[in-house]
């Protein structure tokens, strides 16, 4: 009797400690833009030579993932598996940019060795400086209207994955969802 009554504690516990700690998703830290704004328009060359539109609402109806990375970034680096998997999952309504800065020559060392030939990989301060990149890698979701879906700083497969469930259910963040979540819930109960 007492085993039942420590085990419905502990898992009551649990069930208190997991909504406390609930799943983080990409940390926004940018003070330049918000979510729901008009992405801004950049056109920015590519490191195989075309030049793309980025931002705006695209021709092509599609939205746009910016992956901003660097080749001397550990962490960029181990999330190249998970970027080139989403890119492939998510190939029918997103088109994926990888995004950097500096000297070309680091950059087409590092598509090479990471086999990134397929992908549009961008070398331009102006696009970092204009979407607000501060911290790497960090990532931005342009919907297919040219806003600003989500943004943040990505250093896990769940805070990218973040970015797209936040579009998907039209929050800023994860965080915003279960904020909403929570006061839903809590609503709910006070009706009852």
Not at 29 to 46: H, I, R, S, W, Y
Not at 81 to 109: F, R, Y
Not at 142 to 150: F, L, R
Request: proline fraction near 4%.
């Amino acid at each position: 009797m007492v085993l039942a009554l420590v085990v419905f504690a502990l898992a009551r516990q649990i069930g208190v400690l997991y909504e406390r700690v609930a799943p983080a998703g990409a940390l926004m830290v940018n003070k330049q833009l918000e979510v729901g704004m008009d992405a801004p328009k950049v056109a920015a060359e590519t490191l195989s030579g075309s030049v793309i539109e980025i931002g705006g609402a695209p021709a092509s109806g599609r939205s746009q993932l910016l992956f901003f990375l660097s080749p001397d970034c550990p962490v960029c680096k181990t999330l190249l598996p998970v970027i080139k998997s989403a890119s492939n999952s998510e190939k029918d309504w997103v088109d994926l940019v990888l995004a950097s800065d500096g000297e070309e020559q680091p950059h087409a060392a590092y598509v090479k060795a990471h086999h990134l030939e397929s992908q549009q990989y961008v070398i331009s301060e102006v696009l970092g400086r204009t979407y607000g990149v501060g911290k790497l890698p960090y990532a931005v979701l342009i919907d297919e209207q040219g806003k600003i879906a989500s943004m943040g700083i990505v250093n896990s497969r769940e805070h990218l994955e973040s970015l797209f469930e936040a579009k998907e259910h039209q929050v800023a963040s994860i965080q915003e969802y279960m904020s909403k979540q929570q006061n839903d819930n809590s609503l709910y109960t006070e009706v009852r």
